[in-house]
């Protein structure tokens, strides 16, 4: 049986391509019976010069993706993309939300103590609600409104578990981009714990 020409004439691919797409040439004829090559035939004779082509681009566009940036191969890879838009967009959500706490808390009119919610005081410091997200030997971390809470062991959490709530007082550790931790709060103490 003689293979497709979009398989065979593909003049504009350069030669690594035309190489793989000998081997898929040898493989798609592996283990055809004389009914699979009739059937290749038919198929081919009765596509229209439109659907060839398009087969021919689907071929060349996933060789060509193999070698290209990972936004546009097919697959598995776009669901790691997502992921990775999913952390990065709740990262930002939680610097926007840090962004805003300070707008609403000018350097001027901090005070020394933390009177209510969503003020912070001359030490960058605020009290808020948190939810533990992971329990470790050493130390917790938990998610809030304004992104991660770093929580050291030795402030007395006893059998801590994941998904209880906390009201703490934690310091602001800086942006992302100026910050020398990876989490941008760090829990000074802690007031109330809800399991």
Known sequence: ????????????TPREYQEQMDVLKT?????????????????????????????ANLVKHSFTMKHSTEWEYPGVCHLLDEAEMSRDMDA???????????????????????????????????????????????????????????????????????GDMMYICASFQGFEIARKTAMPWRAKYISIVQN
């Open 27 to 55: 493989m798609m004829s592996l283990g055809d019976t004389e009914e699979d090559e009739c059937i290749q035939m038919m198929d081919y004779f009765q596509s229209s010069d439109e659907e060839k082509e398009a087969l």
């Open 92 to 162: 930002w959500e939680d610097a926007y939300a840090c962004h805003q706490l300070f707008a609403m808390n000018p350097w001027s009119s901090r005070g020394a103590i933390i009177r209510k919610d969503n003020e912070v005081n001359k030490r960058s410091e605020s009290q808020f609600w948190c939810s533990i997200t992971n329990v470790g030997d050493s130390y917790h971390t938990a998610e809030s409104d304004y992104g991660k809470v770093f929580i050291p062991k030795f402030l007395g959490i006893q059998d801590a578990s994941v």
């Open 1 to 12: 049986m003689s293979p497709p020409t979009w398989l065979t004439t593909m003049e504009d």
